[in-house]
């Protein structure tokens, strides 16, 4: 018998991202057909992203100089995150920022939504698009707990040191990384110095400024916004559950790492199934035993 392949190779992937963890808790087997049978945007996840960008723009700064190769958007990306944490810093407030990790020797990645200081701690805020107050069940808010959860977990891990600059570096290969010639040009061009022209440069700086944010808070918030008007439904406190989280990461990498297959919903829980655009075609766990979908 073969060696059992990860469900990354499977899927090459080459990290795992926050929200693949968290799809995991509404449906492991939906998650894992999503990122393998690519298909458009829907008009929700369309008005996701739509409320996400106009969100960002109320704070948010990004970097003016177009990137050209992979290494300038990654570059671009350091630079956004180190200005990111400067306004946090300077205004209590912050934006879409990247977070790294790993988890179990996966690389994790994510983009936090919110940071926000709050009587002196730094506060996650997962912000997160509904058609109304009644969407907001139990079910809905389970992964997006394990969402806010992660965010702060891969935080507090670099504000411990037990994810570095040296494990990030080696994870990317950062050192291995150059900047295109337009890139480096447009990056004089609006003065940014010579010794902070290069993704390892920018990533030191990138992790210096987090280690100098405020402590993290046990609080988390999650805030549910109308999909179509942009109105404020629900603001829902939650407490960091060191617990919770380290069991579902456990029960989430033994289906990463290839130890099991994706398991569809439960039977208590077939209802998604009924919205599930995979129902009865790419997943059939419960075609026959339920009514029909949509
Ligand atoms: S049909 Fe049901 S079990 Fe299958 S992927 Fe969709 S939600 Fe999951």
Redesign the pocket.
Known sequence: MGIRQSALQRLRKNSISAKDIASQAW?E??ME?YISTPMPETVAMKKGSAFHETQKSEVFVPLSVPPVTWPDKFYKSAYENYTSLSSLVEKGTCRELKVYGSINGFKISGQVDELRIDAGKVVVVEDKTVGNIANITEARLRPDKIQASLYRKLISDIRKKSYTMANFSSAYSIDNMSLSKEFIQGLESIGIKKELQSPKAIYQKMFEAMLSIPEISENLELRYFNNKTGELLSNIKITYDETMLSAWLQKSMAYWSGEREAE??QESE?W??RR?R??GKE?T??SGKIGNVM
């Open positions: 449906c087997k939906q057909l569809p919903v077939n998604k199934c599930c995979f129902f997943c766990a419960w």
